[in-house]
């Protein structure tokens, strides 16, 4: 088994009496991509928070590479390479995508060891920027401003890209676009952490998949063992990816 | 060991009139997180209200009631004729705030003059304990104090009106879901507050002398205390006013007097940099309450080439074309002066354009960078270029400090922070008296160097000089745009938490401007020194802060904003003929009208009325070349508003 990347381990989040993650063991491999699933306000959103240092854990640690980071800053942690790319806040959006990609270049600390691919002219074509480079951030559609907000998180040279649903809001073609660059991304040896509802982008797209349910962890193995498991399908019950999996199973 | 029992009484009563100014500005920035700037100002109305109604005759008790209500009434025309418009926005509330407190301050020269004045108390005598001696008054303070703010302990736990406004303050949107007018909280919020504040403001008077321009000093007290007991949260209040209170008697009694101004300051900035949240806050208010959130869309405005050349030829010939068509060697000095604070203005738009810090410190690092230079040249009888070796370094550590601090807090603290620094610095050319000579200031008894053939003595020699380094300064500081850190600044500044999240050194960044700009301010403050000759502490004062916020916000950020916005602000009133105090009355109205009517600043809605006009005659003319006035080119100067920008952080 390949090298475990970030560990959470009992990681609980309360917001007042609101236990938004209860005791959730969960880690992350190099090399993989993890697919975290469950209904909405399960907590995926609040335990990449707490995973990245966003809004660190109320109780639980938090390793990377072995090493315990809970309470790190956020920024301390992304120079170690662990970056998350959370939906709402995606991009530098008053400057073109050619500025914000500088901008981007110019955060990662000086002495850092970087992959070829993922700097200047390499990254915008990875990311598929190429014909929008002189387009105002703010002006792009919203497929473009996903892979800047991607394009701008790799910049940093993560080791770990944890990503917040990356393809809510994206029609089809696009949303196969983003898997494509997932996929590539894997393959460059960037590994990837995904929060998304989009069941079958997840299922046909993770190695491993853990599925959240108020808060707790409830199931954990491969996509396709994962989404016919009972439990899981009770959870969702209901819900229109509920009808989604009934379908798959 | 009896005198600490003395100090501690009279600190404890103090206490309870800081309490008082506190839970207003905590029960203000609950429901609305503004910080009304005013609000001591409202105290020093109080005063006078009563001490004019007990002079003719009127008992205390009534002239008390009367200055309560006048201060509540002050209190709630503020509110509905000002801070009702920047609701949405709490940043440009507190420069209204500022501007407001300019007004009265003037407004209360005007009326009642410039001296000091005392209520007197409602009880004469007292008694002696030992070597302590009681005064009724005091202790009539302390007990009525107690008990208001007891009263509003259980008129918020108890009522309908409390359970409101705590609903209001704890979640506005749930509020008015369920029915509460969230709008008329912060009414009865800025009411009630105001009129704690004239409640204070009588209990002060009678305690210690208050004059028409200690509205600014008093909101600082009453927010160390607030801040102390962080903001906000009404428990933590008079634990803070105690240790405020106490601390600070202590040091007027063991020190002196003057010391405390240090003590009040110094807390503001150490409970910022350790304790954001107050000290009795268990969980400090999380980074997403307060930091600068992604902005949405921002207006970058771009302008062709043929406006940036004239935008660039209007900056450079303009100040000539003036100093040379005006006559008179008086005006001609203003026109040097205007130069002088175009370049402070350079220094300050640098840093807000980079970090979205509104700072009100740049006369704290110009007095750094002149009295640096003053006082080697009096004292070790150095010259210019010893000047700018010293005074450039040390001014850009005092600038680091500043960002360092000001990196360590955020939203409606900067502002507070910022200005905390150059009262403290003022504070220090006050008191410094060996070195600086106090509030007679340093004479300097050296001269501009000699360069070639070029002396520097006439204004004329001295005017190009100056206008050669503004111009330095407003390029140089451009210059920096494309490198590492420019970009890095760039990021702070479109989306600071974005940058921080893929590992950008937030605080360095910031730092890192601020000490730029201290870099460019103390050679304007060195060239100030050398061609005005005379530095007094109040040259540097909040008030010039403040001025140069207004150009700033006047000339809005572009590279012949400032230099024309310095020029009209510092040419107008002498050609009105203003005297200081009109002057101050101006340009609080000045900065509340930009705010509320002109948020672009003055030369962008000069920019863009002539791009509509001329969008709008290009249109008439080729239809299809008017698309461009849109977007054109990239490479053109940049034109952001400073309250737009604003606007766009709070958002
Ligand atoms: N900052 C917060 N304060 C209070 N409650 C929160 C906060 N963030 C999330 N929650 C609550 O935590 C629960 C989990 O939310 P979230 O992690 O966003 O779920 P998901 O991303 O799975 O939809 C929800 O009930 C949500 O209301
Ligand atoms: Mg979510």
Redesign the pocket.
């Given at each position: 088994m390949s090298e475990v990347l970030l560990r959470g381990a009992g990681v609980t989040v309360r917001?007042?009496a609101?236990v938004?993650c209860d005791s959730v063991d969960i880690h992350v491999a190099a090399g993989e991509i993890l697919g975290i699933i469950?209904?909405?306000?399960?907590?995926?959103?609040?335990?990449l928070r707490a995973l990245s240092s966003v809004?660190p854990p109320t109780r639980g640690g938090v390793f990377w590479r072995g090493q315990e980071v809970t309470g790190w800053k956020v920024d301390k942690l992304a120079r170690h390479g662990l970056v998350m790319a959370s939906q709402n806040q995606m991009v530098f959006s008053g400057v073109t995508v050619r500025e914000a990609l500088a901008i981007a270049h110019s955060c990662r600390p000086k002495g850092k060891r970087v992959d070829e691919a993922l700097v200047g002219e390499r990254l915008v074509a990875l990311v598929g920027l190429d014909a929008v480079l002189d387009a105002l951030a703010s002006d792009l559609p919203l497929g473009y401003l996903r892979r800047l907000g991607i394009g701008i998180a790799l910049a940093a040279q993560p080791d770990l890209l944890l990503l917040?649903e990356p393809a809510a809001g994206l029609n089809d073609f696009e949303t196969r676009e983003l898997k494509a660059l997932l996929l590539t991304l894997r393959d460059l040896g960037v590994t990837v952490g995904i929060?998304d509802h989009d069941m079958t982008l997840m299922v046909s797209m993770c190695d491993r998949v853990v599925v959240?349910d108020a808060?707790k962890k409830l199931v954990e193995g491969p996509p396709s063992v994962v989404v016919k498991d009972p439990r899981v399908i009770e959870a969702y019950l209901g819900t229109s990816m509920g009808t989604a999996l009934e379908e798959k199973s | 060991m009896d005198l600490l029992m003395q100090h501690l009484f009279n600190g404890v009563v103090a206490s309870s009139v800081y309490m008082l100014i506190a839970v207003g500005i905590t029960l203000v920035f609950g429901l609305t997180r503004l910080i009304n700037f005013a609000h001591g100002q409202f105290l020093v109305l109080a005063v006078f209200v009563a001490l004019d109604l007990i002079t003719a005759g009127v008992p205390f008790v009534f002239a008390a009631l009367a200055a309560v209500v006048a201060a509540g009434v002050i209190g709630w025309l503020s509110e509905r004729l000002l801070f009702r418009f920047t609701m949405d926005n709490p940043y440009n509330g507190l420069i209204i705030g500022l501007g407001l407190l300019l007004v009265l301050e003037s407004a209360a020269f005007k009326i009642w003059g410039g001296f000091q004045v005392g209520v007197p108390a409602a009880l004469d005598g007292g008694a002696g304990l030992g070597d302590t001696y009681f005064a009724w008054n005091r202790v009539l303070v302390l007990v009525m104090a107690g008990l208001v703010t007891a009263g509003l302990f259980v008129l918020l736990a108890r009522t309908k009106l409390g359970a409101q406004l705590r609903a209001a303050h704890e979640n506005p949107v749930a509020a008015s879901h369920v029915g509460v007018n969230v709008g008329r909280m912060v009414t009865v919020a800025f009411v009630a507050g105001s009129a704690l504040a004239g409640l204070g403001g009588v209990f002060y008077g009678t305690l210690q002398p208050v004059g028409a321009f200690d509205g600014a000093h008093l909101i600082l007290k009453g927010f160390a205390v607030a801040l102390l007991g962080g903001l906000g949260n009404v428990s933590g209040l008079a634990k803070a006013s105690v240790l405020y209170g106490i601390g600070e008697t202590l040091v007027a009694g063991y020190g002196r007097a003057e010391y405390v101004p240090f003590f009040t300051y110094g807390v503001i900035i150490v409970v910022l940099l350790v304790r954001p949240g107050g000290l009795f806050e268990k969980h400090p208010p999380s980074d997403?309450t307060f930091a600068r959130s992604s902005r949405g869309v921002a207006h970058v405005r771009r302008h062709s080439r043929v406006e940036t050349l004239l935008g660039g030829a209007a900056f450079v010939l303009l100040p000539i074309v003036i100093f040379e068509a005006v006559g008179t060697s008086r005006l001609q000095s203003l026109v040097l002066l205007s130069v002088l604070y175009a370049i402070q203005v350079y220094a300050l738009a640098y840093v807000y354009e980079t970090t979205g810090v509104l700072s009100i410190a740049q006369g704290g690092l110009m007095a750094v960078g002149a009295y640096s230079a003053g006082v080697i040249a009096v004292h070790l009888g150095l010259g210019f270029w010893w000047a700018l070796l010293v005074a450039v370094p040390l001014t850009v550590v005092a600038g680091a400090l500043l960002g360092l601090v000001v990196s360590r807090c955020t939203g409606h603290y900067l502002l507070l922070v910022t200005l905390a620094f150059s009262a403290l610095v003022t504070q220090v050319t006050l008191t410094a008296i060996d070195l600086t000579n106090g509030d007679n200031g340093l004479i300097l008894p050296e001269s501009l160097p000699v360069i070639g053939s070029i002396t520097f003595t006439d204004l004329r020699s001295q005017f190009y000089l100056v206008l050669l380094v503004a111009l330095l300064a407003a390029f140089g500081l451009r210059r920096f745009k494309p490198t590492r850190f420019g970009r890095q600044l760039a990021g702070v500044r479109e989306n600071e938490s974005l940058a921080r999240s893929i590992g950008l050194r937030v605080g360095r960044a910031k730092v890192g401007a601020f000490a730029l700009s201290g870099a460019v301010s103390a050679v304007g403050g060195v060239l100030y020194l050398y061609t005005q000759t005379v530095i007094v502490p109040t040259s540097f004062d909040t008030i010039f802060s403040i001025k140069i916020v207004i150009i700033l916000i006047l000339g809005g950020i572009s590279l012949a904003g400032p230099l024309v916005a310095s020029m009209v602000f510092v040419l107008l009133p002498e050609l009105l003929r203003l005297d200081p105090v009109d002057q101050q009355f101006l340009f609080g109205v000045l900065l509340i009208m930009i705010i509320l009517l002109l948020p672009h600043g003055l030369v962008p809605a000069l920019i863009t009325g002539y791009s509509t006009l001329r969008s709008r005659l290009i249109r008439t003319g080729h239809p299809a070349a008017a698309a461009d006035s849109g977007r054109p080119a990239a490479g053109g100067a940049d034109v952001r508003s400073p309250s737009d920008l604003v606007r766009e952080e709070i958002s």
């Open positions: 917001f007042g609101l938004a469950g209904p909405n306000g399960s907590g995926k959103s609040t335990l809004h917040d929060v959240l808060g | 997403s």
